[in-house]
């Protein structure tokens, strides 16, 4: 079955592996529940909990940027070679 895209290949490669750790952290971060599931320490008032999870806000954002940003790449770079091989 081919891809309708054009580009193919359902290969693992260390670029994909990084866009899934990328996309799983923030995951993993908060279902460990028992690593945040605290009032201390404290950050400006604010108690852990809720100032680890809003730094995981942050984090996660910067993560799924940075996961867009390597499959763009990736992609780019696969249909380059699938270019060069057709010709």
Known sequence: MSDAS?????????????????LV????AMLWVG???KTGPAFIGIPFFY?????????STILTVLAHRLWQHDQRARA???DGAAQ
């Open 51 to 59: 100032w680890y999870q809003m730094l995981w806000v942050i984090i």
């Open 25 to 28: 952290a923030p995951f993993v």
């Open 35 to 37: 690593s945040y599931a």
């Open 6 to 22: 054009g580009v193919g290949g359902g290969a693992v490669t260390p670029v994909r592996v990084v866009i899934g750790l990328c």
């Open 80 to 82: 380059t070679r699938k």
